[in-house]
């Protein structure tokens, strides 16, 4: 089991790039597929981007080319650098885990993440 703690977020403004960071507690973090989620006020919690035990990356349509997720083994920790955010982007955002591999063809939604962070607010004003 691994449990996640998320940090980085806050109040940015229309443009401005933020850095969330989740660090995660637990053994042989390097075997975990990792994922972040976000959730706004009134609607479903949606996939952001996701990376694998190898490092492959998978992203939402509607962050790629403005968020890069990324892990550091060493550190037990898994990173979302955010660009050009949008007031849209306003959200909690949730890190995520699970052990069997993430690949291209499985649905990246967040029933497949068993363990979750308690999740960091991001506020994009306009």
């Known amino acids: 089991q691994v449990q996640l703690v998320e940090s980085g977020g806050g109040l940015v403004q229309a443009g401005d790039p933020l850095r969330l960071s989740c660090a995660a507690f637990g053994r042989t973090f390097s075997r975990y597929g990792l994922g972040w989620f976000r959730q706004a006020p009134g609607k479903e919690r949606e996939f952001v981007p996701a990376?694998?035990?190898?490092?492959?990356?998978y992203y939402a349509d509607s962050v790629k080319g403005r968020f890069t997720i990324s892990r550091d083994n060493a550190k037990s920790t898994v990173y979302l650098q955010m660009n050009s955010l949008k007031p849209e982007d306003t959200a909690v955002f949730s890190c995520a885990a699970r052990l069997p591999p993430i690949s291209a063809a499985m649905d990246m939604s967040s029933r497949q993440f068993p363990y979750w962070g308690q999740g960091t607010q991001v506020t994009v004003s306009s």
């Open positions: 990376i694998s035990t190898f490092g492959i990356t």
